[in-house]
């Protein structure tokens, strides 16, 4: 598998945003389990994808024809951001899909991520998505890699990102735990329902999951990344 690797810039915007937009929901069986679509989306996730590649921390993997295949964008901590669930968003009644993932990614710890992690020197890896081709492929893996090493050049100490999906036993990036919610037994606060029962394992659980970019003294995980 021929693919190359780099950091995106704002003028990957577009490409990243068709990726997403093809890929993101059939891929994320969270939204997808509640009924979330493209349309819903457009305009509150895939309109952040510019601001975030500004901050030059995102990696992309391209085919032989220079198509974007896969990407994970990487989001450093902003005060104002991490307010998103407030409230009003989280009580809608307007946008009742999304309130109710608010409300439970609000659970996970998403808006407590400086006091969980004890520092605000962290990235969140988000919208990582993958083209049907390669999934399976270990490109994500390599694409978490590359990550690593990025932040390890920055001065970055921890990573964090979210995920519907029981953590492999075989695990060698290294990434832990921090929160872990039984999406059968989760009671929505605000309909009293267990409205994510319905998810099948391997996707049953939802992982606030970590990595020490500061404590990592193990280049053998960097074997392969050359940014």
Do not use: C
């Not at 004890?118 to 390669?134: D, F, R």
Request: proline share 4%; glycine share 6%; net charge neutral.
């Amino acid at each position: 598998m021929n693919l190359r690797y780099r950091i995106l810039t704002i003028n990957d915007s577009a490409a990243v945003r068709k990726l997403l937009e093809e890929q993101y929901i059939p891929t994320n069986h969270l939204v997808k389990h509640i009924g979330i679509g493209n349309d819903e989306l457009r305009d509150e996730y895939y309109s952040r994808v510019e601001p975030f590649l500004r901050q030059g921390n995102s990696l992309g993997a391209f085919d032989e024809s220079d198509q974007l295949v896969a990407v994970v964008v990487n989001v450093e901590h902003e005060e104002e951001r991490e307010k998103l669930f407030d409230e009003k968003a989280l009580k809608s009644q307007e946008n009742k899909n999304k309130s109710a993932v608010y409300r439970l990614i609000k659970q996970l710890g998403k808006d407590d991520l400086p006091v969980i992690l004890g520092t605000t020197e962290y990235w969140e890896l988000k919208m990582a998505t993958v083209h049907p081709k390669y999934r399976r492929s270990g490109v994500v893996n390599e694409l978490i890699r590359r990550t690593i090493e990025l932040a390890k050049l920055k001065n970055i100490k921890k990573l964090v990102g979210s995920q519907t999906y029981e953590q492999p036993r075989d695990n060698p990036l290294r990434l832990y735990v921090i929160k872990r919610i039984e999406l059968g037994e989760y009671i929505d606060s605000v309909t009293g329902k267990k409205i994510f029962s319905g998810l099948k394992p391997p996707h049953h659980v939802q992982i606030l999951y970590g990595y020490d970019v500061e404590k990592d003294d193990d280049t053998s995980i960097h074997h392969k990344s050359h940014l």
